[in-house]
C-alpha cells in the first residue's frame, strides 16, 4: 500500500503541494477539507485560489501531514479528476527538466498540459459545435452555461463564476467538457486532415462498351475530348486512381479540355483520401521485405538494445529508415510496450501519420500544436487509457502520460526544431526523449542522415550504439552534386538574376522532361532590406534592431521579430533623396524573377508566409506531389524529409548565406541543410542532380558535400570544438538581461556577470549583445557561461548560477529587469 493511500482513510488534517501553471519559485502548500481525505491523490487536479481572486487548476505534487511554516494554508476548493490525469513518471520528468533547463516547475506545466487540462480564470470556454446533443439532459445550471454561450458565442471562467453565482463552477465545467457540450480553448486551431486526391471516372450511363460508343459519337466535332477520353481509357487499364494530371500528361491536353468533360457529365468528380507518401522510394504495404542493407541493420540496432539504451541509427536519404523504425515499434507493441515516433516539423507528423496508419490503425496516435486544446486533450486521456499504443508527434509529445514505454524513434534527430527557445522551458525534445525513456526503463533510437555532431561523438565513444545505412533503397541513387561559381559565371556574362545560366539550363532541361524542380533560398519575403543608395539610410524596425524586410504580397515592410509592419518608404527620411533601393532577395524575388526568365513554368512557393492558411502545408505539398507545379521555391521547410516523385534537380542559390552565418554550429548545419535538400532529389529510380552557387566553391563543406563526406565534417568540426571549448566537450548556458533602457539592461549585465565570474571565474564570458541586440523594445545583454564536462560537477555549478540571480533579484536598482536562462542553447 503506498503512502498516500493511508491518509485516505483516516480523519487525519492532509496537507498537498500543488504545482501551479504559473512563473513561481516553489510548489504551494493547500489544506485538504476532511471530506477530501480520501479523493486526493498525487496527480490529480484540484482547484485552488491563489493571490487576491484568481483560481487555477493545479496538480498535486506531493501530500503529507505538515502545514507550511511561512504562511497559513488555504483549504482546496473541488477535487476534479476521479483518477490522476499526470502520473509519477510525468511528474519525474517534469522536475528532471525543471532542474536540468533551469526553470520553474510551473513553467514546465505549461509547456505539458493541453489548455482543456489547466484550466484557470481567465480560461475561455466556447459551445461544442454538435448538433447531436441533447440539452435537455442537462441541469439548470448546465442548461444556463449553454444559453449564456450562445448569447456571448464565448465566456471566461471567471465570466460563468458571476454568472452561476459559485466558485466551484469547475466540476459542472469538466461534465459538459467531458459530455461534448463544450470547448475548452485558449485558440482553437485546425485540425489535420487528409490528403485527398480528385479523381475522375466515367458517369454510369457511360461505364460500359454501348455507353462509351455513343459518348464518343457524341465528341465527333471535339476530338480533343475524343482523344481525352481515349487517354482515361487507355490509362484505367493499369490505375484505378486517374488524375486530371494523368490525361492531361499523357494525352497533351489543356485543363480546360478535361473540365468540359466533367461539366458535359462524361467524368465524375471523386475525392479519395490517399498516403501523402505514396511511391516507390519506400514501400507502403504492411507485408514489406527488407532488403540486405536494412536487415543487416534492424539486427544490429537489436544486438546493441541488449546492451545499449540508446542507438544511433546513420542512413543516407531515401536508405528505408523508417521501415526499420516500424518493424521496431511492430516488436515493441509485440512485448506488450507503447512507442513514441518523435518528428521535428508538424508538417513531417502529418505526412508520416498516412504511412504508419496502414501498420498501426486505430492503435495510431497524433499529437501536435495543429490540433486544437480538446483533441489534445483527447490524445492525452487515451495514451493515459493505454488505448494508443504508438504516438507519432512533434516535440510536445514526450509529455504524454505513457503507461508502459518499450520505444522512442527520434527520427532527424540532428533539427534544431527539437529545440524549444521561447518560452521555457527551453528543452531539447531529444534530450528530453532520452531521459523520459531512462524513466521508463525504454530504448532509443536516434535516426538521421547527417547527425548532430554531439550524437555521433556520444555513438563513436561508445555511450550510443552506432548503426550505419550506407546505400538508397532499391533502385534509387544519390544525387550528382556541382558546384557552380557565381563571380566566374558573372564575368563570363552567364548570370541572369540570380540564376547561374547553368542552373537555368538545368531548369529548362527539366521542365522539357516533364520533371519538376526544387529551388532553395533560406531567407523569406522579396526583399530583405531596402536602402538609400546615397547616404546608406535602412529601414529599420522601432521595435527591434533589425531590418525591416519587403513582402510582395502584402506590399508591406516586414519584422520577423515582432511582426511590426508599415508601408514601403519611397524617399529617404534621412537626406531626402529618392533613391530607395532593395537589397537581397528572399523567396519571394526568386518567385518573381523565375516569371520573368521561365514564362511558362509553373511556380509555387513553400514559406512561413504561404502556409499561413488553413491548410497552407497541407495544399502546397499535395499541388506540387500533382504536379501542379514544375518549381517549388521554398526556405529550410522543402529540407524536412518531403518526398516528391518526379523531382530530378535541386538548385540551392545562395550557399554563403548558410556557411557564412555567425554560429560555432554554422558549417555543421550548413552540410546538414545542403546534404538534406540534396536528398529530395532523384528519390526514386532516376538519379537526380543538384546546383550549388556560391562565390566560395573551394569551400571544404562544399567539397564535403559533394563527396557525401560526412565522416570528414565530423573530424574537422570535433577538433575545432576541443579547441575552442565547445560542446560536446563543454557545456554552454546563455543568460540573456534584458530591459527597455539600453544602458540598464548593460549595468545590469555586467553587474550579473560580476557575481557569477566571483564563484565560476573564467568560465564566465561577456556581457555582450548578441546578434539582434533590440526585441520588441527590449535591449538584450548576453551572459555566456562555458563549462567543462570532466571534473565539475554541473549541479553545483547550477547552483551557484541561481544563487547569483537570486541576489542580484534583491538589489533593487535592477527591479525590472528580466533574466531567461537557456541551458544547452544552440
Not at 519 to 528: A, I
Amino acid at each position: 500500500m503506498s503512502e498516500t493511500s493511508l491518509f485516505h482513510n483516516d480523519r487525519e488534517t492532509l496537507f498537498v503541494d500543488v504545482i501551479l501553471p504559473l512563473y513561481i519559485a516553489k510548489t504551494y502548500t493547500y489544506r485538504v477539507p476532511l471530506e477530501w481525505n480520501a479523493d486526493i491523490a498525487i496527480g490529480k487536479r484540484v482547484i485552488v485560489q491563489f493571490g487576491r481572486n484568481k483560481i487555477y487548476a493545479a496538480i498535486v505534487h506531493r501530500i503529507s501531514k505538515e502545514a507550511p511554516l511561512s504562511y497559513e494554508a488555504k483549504y482546496i476548493l473541488n477535487v476534479i479528476d476521479d483518477n490522476a490525469v499526470v502520473d509519477a513518471n510525468q511528474l519525474a520528468l517534469w522536475e528532471w527538466i525543471s532542474g536540468y533547463y533551469m526553470c520553474y516547475l510551473g513553467e514546465v506545466m505549461q509547456a505539458a498540459l493541453p489548455a482543456a487540462l489547466k484550466m484557470a480564470s481567465e480560461t475561455k470556454i466556447a459551445a461544442s459545435e454538435n448538433a447531436n446533443l441533447d440539452r435537455s439532459l442537462l441541469s439548470d445550471k448546465g442548461y444556463m452555461v449553454m444559453e449564456a454561450l450562445d448569447v456571448a458565442g464565448e465566456l471566461t471562467i471567471n465570466d460563468i463564476v458571476k454568472l452561476l453565482g459559485q466558485s466551484t463552477v469547475f466540476p459542472l465545467l469538466k461534465k459538459l467538457f467531458d459530455q461534448g457540450y463544450i470547448l475548452i480553448s485558449e485558440e482553437i486551431k485546425n485540425r489535420y486532415v487528409p490528403k485527398r486526391k480528385a479523381c475522375l471516372r466515367f458517369a454510369p450511363e457511360f461505364d460500359d462498351a454501348e455507353g462509351i460508343r455513343t459518348m464518343l459519337d457524341s465528341l465527333n466535332r471535339a476530338p480533343k475530348q475524343q482523344d481525352a477520353v481515349l487517354g482515361f481509357m487507355q490509362l484505367r487499364k493499369a490505375k484505378t486512381d486517374i488524375t486530371r494530371q494523368d490525361i492531361m500528361e499523357l494525352t497533351a491536353v489543356s485543363s480546360g479540355i478535361v473540365a468540359s468533360l466533367i461539366e458535359k457529365g462524361v467524368f465524375v468528380v471523386e475525392e479519395k483520401i490517399v498516403s501523402r507518401l505514396g511511391g516507390e522510394e519506400v514501400e507502403v504495404t504492411s507485408d514489406f521485405i527488407f532488403n540486405a542493407g536494412q536487415q543487416q541493420a534492424f539486427d544490429q540496432i537489436k544486438g546493441f538494445f541488449e546492451t545499449k539504451d540508446v542507438v544511433l541509427l546513420r542512413g543516407v536519404t531515401a536508405s528505408g529508415k523508417t521501415q526499420i523504425y516500424i518493424r521496431l515499434i511492430e516488436q515493441a507493441i509485440k512485448d506488450g510496450k507503447n512507442a513514441l515516433y518523435l518528428l521535428p516539423e508538424i508538417a513531417l507528423t502529418t505526412q508520416i501519420t498516412d504511412r504508419l496508419k496502414l501498420h498501426f490503425g486505430d492503435k495510431l496516435g497524433v499529437y501536435h500544436s495543429k490540433f486544437n486544446d480538446n483533441e489534445r486533450a483527447e490524445v492525452w486521456h487515451k495514451v493515459l487509457k493505454g488505448e494508443y499504443k504508438v504516438v507519432v508527434g512533434a516535440r510536445s509529445s514526450v509529455f504524454l502520460p505513457f503507461q508502459h514505454l518499450g520505444l522512442v524513434v527520434v527520427d532527424e534527430e540532428h533539427e534544431n526544431s527539437y529545440k524549444q527557445y521561447e518560452p521555457a522551458p527551453r528543452y531539447h525534445a531529444r534530450d528530453t526523449a532520452i531521459y523520459l525513456a531512462h524513466l521508463q526503463q525504454a530504448k532509443v533510437l536516434l535516426g538521421s542522415a547527417t547527425p548532430s555532431i554531439e550524437s555521433y561523438y556520444n555513438a563513436k565513444a561508445g555511450k550510443y550504439g552506432l548503426v550505419e545505412l550506407t546505400e538508397r533503397f532499391g533502385e534509387s541513387q544519390l544525387p550528382e552534386i556541382q558546384i557552380v561559381n557565381v563571380e566566374e559565371q558573372g564575368r563570363k556574362d552567364q548570370m541572369f538574376s540570380y540564376f547561374s545560366g547553368i542552373l537555368l539550363q538545368g531548369i529548362t532541361d527539366a521542365l522539357e522532361r516533364k520533371e519538376q524542380v526544387i529551388l532553395f533560398q533560406n531567407r523569406r519575403g522579396h526583399t530583405p532590406f531596402m536602402q538609400c543608395n546615397t547616404c546608406g539610410w535602412v529601414a529599420k524596425c522601432v521595435n527591434c534592431d533589425v531590418s525591416l524586410t519587403y513582402h510582395k504580397s502584402t506590399s508591406h515592410l516586414h519584422c520577423h521579430y515582432c511582426g511590426h509592419t508599415e508601408p514601403p518608404v519611397q524617399v529617404c527620411p534621412a537626406c531626402g533623396m529618392p533613391h530607395i533601393e532593395s537589397k537581397g532577395f528572399g523567396t519571394e524575388r526568386v518567385e518573381e524573377e523565375l516569371e520573368l526568365l521561365l514564362p511558362q513554368a509553373r511556380l509555387g512557393r513553400l514559406d512561413l508566409d504561404s502556409t499561413k492558411g488553413k491548410y497552407g502545408f497541407e495544399n502546397i505539398i499535395t499541388a506540387f506531389d500533382n504536379h501542379e507545379f514544375d518549381i517549388l521555391v521554398g526556405t529550410q521547410m522543402v529540407a524536412k524529409g518531403l518526398d516528391f516523385g518526379r523531382v530530378s534537380l535541386i538548385g540551392i542559390i545562395n550557399a554563403d548565406a548558410m556557411i557564412n552565418f555567425p554560429d560555432f554550429r554554422a558549417y555543421e548545419r550548413a552540410f546538414s541543410l545542403f546534404s538534406q535538400v540534396a536528398g529530395r532529389a532523384g528519390r526514386r529510380k532516376h538519379k537526380g542532380k543538384v546546383i550549388i552557387q556560391t562565390h566560395t566553391p573551394n569551400h571544404r563543406v562544399l567539397e564535403q558535400v559533394i563527396q557525401h563526406d560526412y565522416e570528414g565534417m565530423f573530424m574537422t568540426e570535433i577538433k575545432e570544438r576541443k579547441n575552442y571549448q565547445y560542446p560536446p566537450f563543454y557545456r554552454i548556458i546563455k543568460l540573456d538581461v534584458r530591459h527597455t533602457e539600453m544602458q540598464y539592461a548593460s549595468d545590469a549585465a555586467s553587474r550579473l556577470a560580476n557575481l557569477l565570474r566571483a564563484q565560476l571565474g573564467d568560465r564566465v564570458l561577456g556581457p555582450e549583445p548578441p546578434l539582434i541586440s533590440r526585441v520588441r523594445n527590449h535591449f538584450i545583454q548576453t551572459v555566456t557561461l562555458k563549462i567543462e564536462r570532466s571534473n565539475v560537477s554541473i549541479t553545483r555549478v547550477k547552483m551557484l548560477i541561481s544563487q547569483a540571480i537570486t541576489q542580484f533579484g534583491m538589489e533593487k536598482q535592477y527591479k525590472g529587469v528580466r533574466i531567461s536562462i537557456d541551458v544547452d542553447p544552440y
